[in-house]
């Protein structure tokens, strides 16, 4: 009876360092791939703790020694002056910062939930794109910049034409009214352009912090908007009415927010019909824009003020949406090169809303009108009573 039991707890034991060989080795081939991997690993048990990291995450962190299981995320990020960016990592968003053992790499990090109590944090190198889309920023400032001064001298001579009061002999007169019209139009156009692109540029590079905010009277803004966008095409007789929250202010750059609102005010008026009617809202998101039942309900469960033009014009396919901040994206390159559009309206809007912690969205339905909208943080909003 001994000796059987002896068998058995041997074989038991046997079986049992088997498996432990066999645990041991997966670790080790699961540490050698994730090691070979391109990307830093950090991963992180309860309460968020550094329960291991590859090579590359030690690397771009500067981890040294084996103390980091008493390590959080938060003190982890605070220790390397980044702890901003916790809330965004948070919402599952992707951050991109220096890498704090190598200011030269920029390092896109995405905080990745596997259970309640296990997470990774992924760190990819994006150095080389960060300074592609440089350089593409670069050029077009530079090119813009280039371009800008031959097209002033290239109006003031057209102006200076137009009032020199020479005399055309009248077989030519109609060719030369048309040459110069065109002329003058096409000028125009190309000097809006590039103003559009230094300006989309200018915000591109500027950080939040270089630019001057103050708490802003929407309902004010709203009405001197309502104001000129009434007189752009009058005879198309829309209505433009404004659905405000009294005293609702919002922290923001208010030359930035003014053209980012007017923008698009402007395309409401130009993509909706004779008529028709356009709402600018903004009031707590709870409460909602109320004027396309359909349309941004969805960011009703958010926190803050909604920021909304709403129109019961032309409206956008669904196909088209997600390309539509792009620079000269359009849906209809005729009409919106008749109607005076640079294609680069949304774009700027897009910069303008996330340099104010917010993004610009759109619901759209193909002849029943759109809605532009943004949610801007709680941070961003207060109830005041403005003069
Ligand atoms: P554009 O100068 O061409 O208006 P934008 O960047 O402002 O450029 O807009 C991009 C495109 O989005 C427009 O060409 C148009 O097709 C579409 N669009 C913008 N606003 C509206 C709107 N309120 N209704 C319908 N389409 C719109």
């Known amino acids: 009876m001994g000796n059987s039991n002896d068998e058995q707890l041997q074989r038991q034991r046997k079986r049992f360092l088997h498996r432990e060989k066999a645990v041991s080795k997966q670790l080790k081939e699961f540490e050698t791939a994730t090691s070979s991997l391109p990307i830093g690993i950090v991963m992180l048990g309860r309460e968020q703790r550094v329960q291991w990291f590859n090579p590359i995450a030690a690397n771009y962190f500067k981890f040294r020694g084996n103390k980091l299981n008493e390590t959080t995320l938060e003190k982890l990020l605070v220790q390397h002056q980044l702890k901003h960016i916790l809330p965004q990592l948070q919402e599952g968003k992707s951050v991109i910062i220096s890498a704090p053992g190598d200011q030269a790499t920029a390092l896109q990090v995405k905080l990745v939930e596997l259970s309640k109590k296990r997470w990774l944090l992924i760190l990819d190198d994006v150095t080389q794109e960060q300074l592609l889309q440089q350089m593409r920023q670069d050029f077009i400032a530079n090119v813009s910049h280039e371009l800008r001064t031959p ?6 001579y057209l102006e200076l034409l137009s009032e020199s009061g020479i005399v055309i002999a009248p077989s030519h007169r109609t060719l030369w009214d048309n040459a110069f019209n065109q002329l003058h139009e096409h000028t125009w156009r190309m000097q809006r352009i590039i103003s559009d692109l230094l300006y989309l540029s200018s915000i591109e590079h500027e950080k939040s912090s270089d ?3 103050d708490w802003i009277d929407i309902e004010v803004m709203l009405h001197s908007i309502r104001g000129s966008a009434l007189m752009i095409d009058a005879q198309k007789d829309l209505t433009i009415k404004i659905d405000c929250q009294r ?5 923001g750059d208010d030359q930035a927010i003014y053209s980012a609102i007017n923008n698009l005010v402007i395309n409401a008026v130009k993509y909706t019909p004779s008529g028709g009617t356009i709402h600018l809202v903004w009031r707590d998101v709870a409460v909602g ?12 469960a958010k926190k803050g003020a909604i920021l909304a033009v709403s129109d019961n014009g032309v409206g956008i396919d669904a196909q088209h949406l997600p390309r539509l901040t792009e620079r000269f994206y359009r849906v209809d390159k005729a009409h919106s090169r008749q109607t ?6 949304l774009a700027i809007v897009k910069h303008i809303f996330k340099r104010h912690n917010t993004q610009l969205e759109v619901s759209s339905a193909v002849g029943r009108g759109s809605c532009f909208f ?8 207060e109830l005041k009573s403005l003069k």
């Open 289 to 300: 824009c109320q004027h396309c039942p359909d349309f941004c309900q969805k960011s009703r």
């Open 211 to 213: 630019s001057e905010e």
């Open 340 to 345: 005076g559009g640079t294609g680069l309206g």
């Open 247 to 251: 005293g609702l202010a919002l922290l």
């Open 374 to 381: 943004a949610v801007f943080p709680p941070n961003r909003v």
């Open 151 to 156: 097209l002033t001298v290239i109006a003031g």
